[in-house]
């Protein structure tokens, strides 16, 4: 296996954004994960495309080295310190999303565990069952949950240059970080390399036309929503949490980090709002109930509904079969429904409009 030390020693003879050569260049990030190598370049945006032919070149390099399997080089913009954008960079920055996709939403959620995958795909799936064109985007690099989620475990095919094909499920166009790494693999990214790997999943991708694409967000409120909010004009996100105060306390820092950046609340989803004993009918409300309508009725945004913990939820979503494609028919996939009508009406009445993306200032 290759060595950080073998890397930098291979892109000694190349010039890096600083002028330094980039072996030794702080510009330079490296991961290795077996044989597979990933390398960012931070430059700044206004010679971006300039140093497109050290990218490859550095790529090129890098492959020829023993024990490397694959190499993944990122070039992720980064103005210097003070400097201001100009006129070309702010074009950029008043640019539509990704071509062919009318509308990109977001679903997040304040922190982890709370069902907000699962709440993705089958949303995207009760919006396709609409007669909608979507795709879904795993944004969570660290954890990504589609490949379970729809059992897929075939590998993107490059179509030209470095274009994705995504892969496909149940009539959804699907693409993942989990479809390029080994199942139990570790990712242990930077930020600059987190937010360069979405800008490539957004844009490097052949999506076609779509009418939604949704996006599953990594739990909290990180580099991944930032560079989202940043990179395209989400149309809105969906908030997903349990009933119990502790999740809400998280729910409403996400929903304060969107509202920060511009982007508007489609509504907040209870999920795991209730349980009912499928031996004897008895409902527990384990995490207490209601307390994400009265939130979303308190910070005056939309309520869009609530999903039981469901056992059938959990063992279709387990085995990669979601509940709204392979049980169509039971009141789980009618609440996702419901949630979906609601998304959509907000898309073409004009109550999330798209607009171009914010600037973001972190204080």
Known sequence: MATEQDIRRALASL??????????????????NGGKVYLTITADPARAAAFE????????????????????????????????????????????????IKHIIAVASGKGGV???TTSVNLALALAGQGLKVGILDADIYGPSLPKLFALKS??????????????????????????????????????????????????????DLDVLVVDMPPGTGDAQLTMAQAVPLAGAVIVS????????????GIAMFKRVDVPILGLVENMSYFLCPECGHRSDIFGHGGARHEAERLGIPFLGEVPLELDIRERS??????????????????????????????EGGGA????????VIE
Not at 353 to 360: E, L, N, Q, V, W
Request: charged share 20%; hydrophobic share 45%; aromatic share 4%.
């Open 155 to 208: 590998k993107p095919q490059v179509l030209e240059g470095r274009i994705l094909k995504p892969l496909e499920a149940f009539g959804l166009k699907v693409m993942s970080i989990g479809f390029l790494i080994e199942d139990e693999a570790a990712v242990i990214w930077r930020g600059p390399m987190v937010m360069s790997a979405l800008q490539q999943m957004l844009r490097e991708v052949a999506w076609g």
């Open 318 to 347: 387990d085995a990669g079969l979601p509940v709204v494609a392979t049980a169509p028919d039971t009141p789980y996939a009618a609440r996702y429904r419901a949630i979906a009508e609601a998304v959509k009406q907000q898309l």
């Open 353 to 360: 409009p798209r607009r171009s993306a914010p600037k973001i």
């Open 242 to 253: 349990t009933p119990q105060d502790l999740a809400l306390i998280d729910a409403r820092r």
């Open 115 to 117: 069902g907000k995958s």
């Open 15 to 32: 010039s890096g954004p600083d002028g330094q050569p980039l072996g030794a260049s702080p510009a330079l990030g490296i991961a290795i």
């Open 53 to 100: 032919p050290s990218r490859k070149a550095a790529e090129e390099a890098v492959k020829k080295l023993p024990g490397v399997e694959a190499v993944l080089v990122m070039l992720t913009g980064e103005r210097p310190q003070g400097a201001s954008p100009g006129p070309k960079a702010q074009a950029a920055t008043q640019k539509a999303g990704v071509p062919g």
